[in-house]
């Protein structure tokens, strides 16, 4: 069994910074690519970071240059830094991640979510 558990959520003032973290367990399991996605109320779910497993990374327009995603291969942890929030990045953050373990005959990939963690900006 896979689990993602995030932590680093809460209230800030515009302006201000929170660093999310996420980290993967699973005996057995390996993780590829892993990002960060947010729901806003009333908002479907949007990606916000994406980081595959070698470091490229991606980013949703509107929190470029204000976010960085990161990882840690060797303690299966996704970091997102927050930096100059703005009230519209309120929303619960969602850790996500590609998994594969071997099988007797081959390897099987699966997608995991987290919990979710909510931040909250305050004008």
């Known amino acids: 069994q896979v689990q993602l558990v995030e932590s680093g959520g809460g209230l800030v003032q515009a302006g201000g910074s929170l660093r999310l973290s996420c980290a993967a367990s699973?005996?057995?399991?390996?993780?590829?690519?892993m990002g960060w996605y947010r729901q806003a109320p009333g908002n479907q779910r949007e990606l916000v970071a994406l980081i595959t497993r070698g470091g490229n990374t991606n980013y949703t327009d509107s929190v470029k240059g204000r976010f960085t995603i990161s990882r840690d291969n060797a303690k299966n942890t996704v970091y997102l830094q927050m930096n100059s929030l703005k009230p519209e990045d309120t929303a619960v953050y969602y850790c996500?991640?590609?998994?594969?373990?071997?099988?007797?005959?081959?390897?099987?990939?699966?997608?995991?979510w987290g919990k979710g963690t909510p931040v909250t900006v305050s004008s």
């Open positions: 996500n991640a590609d998994s594969v373990i071997a099988g007797e005959k081959a390897f099987h990939l699966m997608n995991h």
């Open positions: 699973g005996s057995g399991f390996s993780f590829g690519n």
